[in-house]
């Protein structure tokens, strides 16, 4: 694609579907608004004010709540910002009226932080959602509301090229890139942080003024910690970022589409499952230790089989079945075999005859289709695995959710806990699962240390994931996810401890258990199971970029 004079590619950026603003007010009127140095020019319509919704409002019980509905706030008020100029005047006049903040993008946080009884004013991205290529600083950029669909659909169709996130297509880019980011291509490109140049953050300084600030990974920007923490430093840590800005580590000028990774033409995408019905102990372990020996035998930066990424959905027995979803870039060379091989491999010492995906599990839906390996262009893949679950969209579940990073193969005491408490009877719940999915690749072609997000010799990540529907279950499914989790871990107090096994937690499944000395019995602390020896300098960016502490939740940074 040829690229644009300048001034049309600032039309380009601007030109998204952020939605007009009105006016509205929450405390006492702002004067002068700090300059942002070096950011990009916002359109100029619309009033300097956020749209101010409160209790009063008609869509107020819209606003209050994420994907997990656990967690209902009550703010007294919600600013949807829509502007970069909008949340400096919605910070200063919270921080001037002394009002605790917390910043929603997608609405997939998991755990509290957003919708808190605590917080008094929750700032709402969800409107700056525009995403287009910026000529200034020859790099795309992407506001925090724009969701992964909405990102890969736009940067696909127009320039040819991608980012490797996740899969579900309602996660906002505010708090997915801030808190690492992967996905089904991360075996091949890396992670989503691997490809970010710059940040647009409003940060509030020791006198408690409000300003935007550009941090760069530019060696000499004198701002670049910034930008180191917006590589895996979590969200509502820093400030609000307001604006991202991808381009590929040492790709300077030509055209944009050759600034990002381009995706796979075509992949094929294959989906089996084991009947539990005919799953005992032996060939339950027997799937464990298959999954986990391949990845750990294929987690280098230059594997060839980087190509496949799947996940194996262990599923409780009230489901019916184990699912395997898998998606291999078909434009290798071998992919066929690479997949064949893999499904082979799978099976081995199983005793069990696979067959076709036909129950919903996790964020997947029935795929009976692909019980023979289908191939589908990229694009329309990335759309299928990302929509086709009604579960990602229903507006009654409630969530429990604990992660962690193995670099070994599953020891035969982790297998025998996930087997008593994923064939127990205390729930019988077919939305209960943990979820083993790929890592490794040219994730681990990044010394842990160059970005924020430490986990870059990992194999393969685990989710328990949990969904339920009725409040009295609560308390029998939380217990059922802690109990399980923390006899898996038994050995290290109950967390998977940083070792030659495991690797610590994904901070994008926030956990608050692991701050409670009652599950986390390990003399690990929360902060090292997310971020390891990063933790300390993710402190000092604190101390720098928020020193009042502004911006924090029950498992945010804490000033050194």
Same mark, same amino acid.
């Given at each position: ?51 101010? @919704? ?67 004013? @929750? ?43 996740? *899969? ?23 992670? *989503? ?134 998606? @291999? ?77 193995? !670099? ?18 205390? *729930? ?123 911006? !924090? ?8």
């Amino acid at each position: 694609m040829t690229r644009l004079p300048s001034n049309m590619g600032r039309r380009l950026f601007l030109s998204g579907s952020a939605a007009a603003v009105g006016v509205g007010a929450v405390g006492a009127a702002v004067g002068t608004v700090p300059n942002s140095g070096a950011a990009p020019a916002e359109p100029t319509t619309g009033a300097s004010d956020a749209v101010v @919704v409160t209790p009063s409002s008609q869509q107020y019980p819209d606003l209050v709540t994420g994907m997990n509905q656990r967690w209902v706030g009550k703010p007294e008020a919600v600013c949807l910002v829509s502007t970069t100029r909008q949340i400096v005047v919605a910070v200063q006049r919270a921080v001037r009226a002394g009002k605790r903040i917390s910043i929603r993008s997608g609405g997939h946080c998991l755990e509290d932080f957003v919708y808190n009884p605590a917080v008094q004013v @929750v700032l709402d991205l969800s409107t700056m959602n525009r995403i287009g290529f910026d000529q200034d600083r020859d790099a795309f950029a992407v506001e925090p509301g724009a969701t992964l669909l909405e990102v890969y659909e736009k940067l696909y169709s127009l320039w040819g090229v991608t980012l490797p996130g996740g *899969i579900c297509y309602s996660v906002g880019l505010g708090g997915h890139v801030a808190g690492g980011g992967w996905g089904l291509l991360c075996r091949k490109f890396g992670l *989503i942080v691997d490809y970010l140049y710059a940040v647009e953050v409003v940060v509030v300084d020791a006198a408690g003024t409000a300003r935007a600030v550009v941090a760069t990974r530019d060696p000499e920007d004198p701002h670049r910690d910034l930008w180191w923490a917006f590589t895996g430093g979590g969200g509502g840590n820093f400030g609000v970022v307001t604006r991202y800005w991808f381009r590929t580590p040492g790709a300077t000028g030509g055209s944009p589409g050759e600034l990002l990774p381009k995706p796979p033409a075509s992949v094929l995408l294959s989906a089996i499952s084991w009947p539990w019905a005919q799953i005992d102990r032996t060939n339950f372990a027997a799937l464990l230790k298959n999954y986990s020996t391949w990845h750990v035998a294929n987690s280098g930066p230059d594997n060839p089989r980087r190509a496949l990424a799947s996940f194996l959905m262990l599923n409780h027995r009230s489901n019916g079945q184990i699912g395997l979803v898998t998606q @291999v870039d078909a434009t290798v060379p071998g992919a066929d075999r690479i997949l064949a091989e893999w499904l082979t491999t799978m099976n081995k010492g199983v005793g069990v005859q696979p067959a076709a995906l036909t129950t919903r599990m996790g964020e997947f839906s029935a795929m009976p289709e692909f019980a023979a390996p289908r191939r589908l262009p990229w694009l329309q893949a990335a759309r299928f695995l990302g929509t086709t679950n009604a579960t990602v969209n229903d507006p009654t579940l409630r969530g429990d959710y604990k992660s962690a990073y193995m !670099r070994a193969v599953f020891p035969d005491h982790q297998i025998a806990a996930l087997y008593k408490h994923f064939t127990s009877t205390a *729930i019988d719940n077919p939305a209960a699962a943990l979820v083993a999915s790929s890592f490794g690749g040219r994730v681990n072609s990044v010394p842990a240390g160059a970005t924020a997000f430490p986990h870059r010799d990992a194999a393969f990540k685990l989710l328990w994931q949990v969904w339920w529907g009725d409040r009295a279950d609560d308390a029998r499914t939380v217990a059922w996810t802690r109990e399980s989790y923390g006899e898996v871990y038994a050995d290290t107090g109950g967390v998977p401890v940083p070792n030659a096994v495991t690797d610590g937690c994904y901070v994008n499944y926030a956990d608050t258990d692991l701050s409670d000395p009652a599950f986390n019995r390990s003399s690990t602390p929360w902060h090292t199971l997310y971020y390891k020896e990063n933790y300390p300098r993710l402190q000092r960016v604190k101390k720098r970029w928020d020193p009042r502490d502004v911006f !924090r939740h029950g498992q945010s940074v804490q000033l050194p």
